[in-house]
């Protein structure tokens, strides 16, 4: 069975940092290209950061650009979200989960794929 578990999540104060961690079971992260999603009540899920399997390349969304960082280790399945300087809009659940890129004229979006979900990991930020 296809699995993924995020953890990491926290209540925090603007500012502060976390670090997300995915991690798979019953299959092998190195071939799936990741990303990592957010919702909260009210908006619409939204794609924040991309890995690439095949050399690591990254896409994050402007939201996040310059705070938040992705990295994978392979050798733990596990994929990370480095969450710096975060603010209140930040407040979600994330989620991760195989994804690809699309790039069309007008933007760039990270889709999911595989319908392959874990339970997600709240993370709260107060200003």
């Known amino acids: 069975q296809l699995q993924l578990v995020e953890s990491g999540g926290g209540s925090v104060q603007a500012g502060a940092s976390l670090r997300l961690s995915c991690t798979a079971s019953?299959?092998?992260?190195?071939?799936?290209?990741i990303g990592w999603f957010r919702r909260s009540p009210g908006k619409e899920r939204e794609g924040v950061s991309f890995i690439s399997s095949r050399d690591a390349s990254t896409y994050y969304a402007d939201s996040v650009k310059g705070r938040f960082t992705i990295s994978r280790d392979n050798a733990k399945n596990t994929v990370y979200l480095q969450m710096n300087s975060l603010k209140p809009e930040d407040t979600a659940v994330y989620y991760c989960?195989?994804?690809?890129?699309?790039?069309?004229?007008?933007?760039?979006?990270?889709?999911?794929?595989?319908?392959?979900w874990g339970q997600g990991t709240q993370v709260t930020v107060s200003s």
């Open positions: 019953g299959f092998t992260l190195d071939y799936y290209d």
């Open positions: 989960a195989p994804a690809l890129l699309q790039t069309t004229m007008a933007a760039i979006t990270i889709i999911p794929q595989h319908d392959v």
